[in-house]
Nanobody, 124 residues
């Protein structure tokens, strides 16, 4: 079992920044990818970024490149998502996920464990 707890969401004006954190506990050594997804009302869960727990290779959705940065601290079992130049369309609940196998890091169904989510609201 892997437990994930997100934090760092909130209300920010357009152009601002937020850093989300995802603290993992339990069998964290068995996680292959850690990923961030987001879900806006009425929309499907959307891939944002992922990181390989071992080695630190990162992956991004094309629309997030240059604005969002995913990073990990293995010693703290924590993954971060630095979000800059936020736009109103970034408003969503952001979820952290853990995948135990290699493969489709951008596919939500590939992740076995999820956090409860943290709300990010960007005002115009």
């Amino acid at each position: 079992q892997v437990q994930l707890v997100e934090s760092g969401g909130g209300l920010v004006q357009a152009g601002g920044s937020l850093r989300l954190s995802c603290a993992a506990s339990g069998r964290t050594f068995s996680s292959y990818f850690m990923g961030w997804f987001r879900q806006a009302p009425g929309k499907e869960r959307e891939f944002v970024a992922a990181i390989r727990w071992s080695g630190g290779r990162t992956y991004y959705a094309d629309s997030m490149k240059g604005r969002f940065t995913i990073s990990g601290d293995n010693a703290k079992n924590t993954v971060y998502l630095q979000m800059n130049t936020l736009k109103p369309e970034d408003t969503a609940v952001y979820y952290c996920g853990a995948a135990l196998r290699s493969g489709s890091y951008g596919w939500a169904a590939h992740y076995e464990y999820w956090g409860q989510g943290t709300q990010v609201t960007v005002s115009s």
